[in-house]
């Protein structure tokens, strides 16, 4: 499965009309506005819905949003009257590893922020490119240790002629994480990812290093599934004191729970253990990203539905044969047996790291798991969040405004004056069903109105140009290969 610094919030005076704005409601609707959406609405955090809710936007921001009483607007404004549904902020993704035939996929699902959880800097080049694409927020190469998964042919060390290429990056010494993240600040990432084999040193300076450039770090450091018992050197309690700013996939439990004694495979966990992860992780302030949604499907493939997500059937044929796949890998017993480890593990650990206060986001780990759709899968996150102990709301939050403090972003995940003016409409009541999300009626991103379906037919020629692309890529080997027959 592919997988804190000080986080900087924006001030009340990098708004416009900021939410800790003291002006009138008339004073604050004096600026010419270009839309205004009627509907029920979330206030993400208070995690209440306004029924007679408004959001006027003005450009890429929101000039006013909340009661209809406290907003007012020119009469020649353009109105776009939802009804009943509901106007909830735009969906931030948290883990998301992205290519470029699926990157249209998120904005029309309601997802109009990502953050790329490893990826080549020349990826991320093309995606941010790409028209449609969400804000993207990325780590660039994955940083890991000479013995890594991402690395099975070898150590990949730093080379600055190949940085842009380069997936994952060996770091062998501090000094190494020195010269690594120097290199990957100038190449302007705005997060670092540490992976499961670095050890304690290197990580430590790892974190250091990101620090003098004021860049975040996520950690992932492995799962019973995956190589979270063997060969990792730092687990989720040492990381957390360390100052990561999230840990990925709850990586690392499975190792600290196992060194202070307990058996992460067993039946029945130990409470006590479990309390004492937990408490370690309140007091340092690290958020979680549990990605919920890819263990479910990880223990039990298919379990999640996904044939009512926006775009299912367009997006789903381009990976059933991945999906199967995976599938036949994660039945055979042992490895089903480590799958369901991870399951009781996680289901044990939520409700004590919400009980404590730790920040939960909401992340899909996209395409890891099989039958997580490419752009709607947040929507399984959802689901699989709550199936594990959030409320609706909690849920709503993890994917909004939680998740954009986390991300540093004051301006993302809420739907204020000043904040970016990312809209998702739903039909329904996600605080009722959470797969109401799933029932897109509209979306606007930064401050525009997305055409769904043509948004729908961009990423189809995108998923038909990058099939072809394979087959020729595929006959070229086939025939090469017989010809040095």
């Not at 506005?33 to 029924?51: E, K, P, T, Y």
């Not at 029945?268 to 979680?288: E, F, K």
């Not at 609706?392 to 739907?415: E, F």
């Amino acid at each position: 499965m592919i997988r804190r610094s000080a986080l900087l919030a924006l001030p009340c005076a990098a708004f416009l009309l900021s939410a800790c704005s003291s002006l009138p409601p008339a004073q604050a609707a004096a600026s010419p506005a270009d839309a205004v959406l009627l509907g029920r609405l979330f206030d993400a955090r208070a995690g209440v819905v306004i029924d007679q809710g408004v959001v006027v936007i003005a450009g890429e921001r929101v000039h006013c949003a909340g009661e209809r009483a406290a907003c007012s607007w020119d009469a020649t404004t353009p109105q776009h009257d939802y009804g009943d549904a509901l106007l909830l902020p735009g969906l931030i993704d948290l883990h998301v590893h992205a290519r470029p035939h699926y990157i249209g996929a998120f904005v029309p699902s309601g997802v109009t922020t990502i953050r790329d959880a490893g990826n080549t800097l020349e990826t991320l080049a093309r995606l941010r490119a790409t028209s449609g694409a969400p804000r993207l927020f990325a780590t660039g190469p994955l940083l890991d240790g000479p013995v890594s998964v991402l690395t099975p042919q070898g150590p990949a060390p730093f080379d600055a002629e190949t940085l842009g290429g380069q997936p994952a990056v060996t770091l062998t010494s501090p000094a190494d994480a020195d010269t690594v993240i120097d290199a990957l600040a100038e190449a302007g990432v705005d997060w670092i990812k540490l992976y499961e084999q670095l050890s304690p040193e290197v990580f430590d300076a790892a974190l250091q290093a990101a620090a003098r450039h004021g860049l975040p770090v996520m950690a992932d450091l492995g799962t019973v599934l995956t190589r979270g018992l063997t060969g990792a050197q730092v687990d989720a309690r040492q990381a957390a004191a360390s100052g990561v700013t999230t840990l990925e996939h709850l990586g690392g439990t499975a190792l600290a729970y196992e060194r202070l004694g307990g058996d992460s495979n067993a039946e029945t966990l130990d409470p006590a253990l479990l309390d004492r992860i937990v408490a370690d992780l309140a007091q340092s302030g690290v958020a979680v990203v549990p990605t919920t949604g890819n263990g479910a499907q990880f223990a039990a493939p298919d379990s999640l539905p996904r044939d009512d997500l926006p775009g299912a059937a367009l997006v789903a044929a381009d990976f059933s044969g991945y999906w199967s796949h995976l599938s036949r890998v994660l039945g055979e017993p042992e490895v089903h047996a480590l799958a369901c480890s991870d399951q009781r593990l996680l289901r044990a650990m939520l409700p004590r790291l919400l009980a404590a206060g730790v920040r939960i986001g909401a992340g899909s780990d996209l395409p890891a798991a099989p039958y997580m759709l490419a752009g709607p899968a947040l929507h399984q996150e959802l689901d699989a969040l709550v199936a594990n102990g959030l409320t609706p709301v909690q849920a709503l939050q993890a994917a909004t405004h939680v998740a954009a403090d986390i991300l540093g972003q004051a301006d993302l995940g809420r739907l204020e004056p000043g904040a970016r003016a990312d809209v998702l409409v739903v039909a329904g009541d996600p605080l009722a069903d959470i797969r109401a999300t799933r029932r897109v009626e509209a979306v606007w991103s930064n401050g525009a109105h997305v055409d769904l379906p043509a948004a729908w037919a961009a990423v189809e020629v995108a998923l038909r140009t990058a099939r072809a692309e394979a087959e020729a890529e595929a006959e070229a080997e086939a025939e090469a290969e017989a010809r040095g027959g």
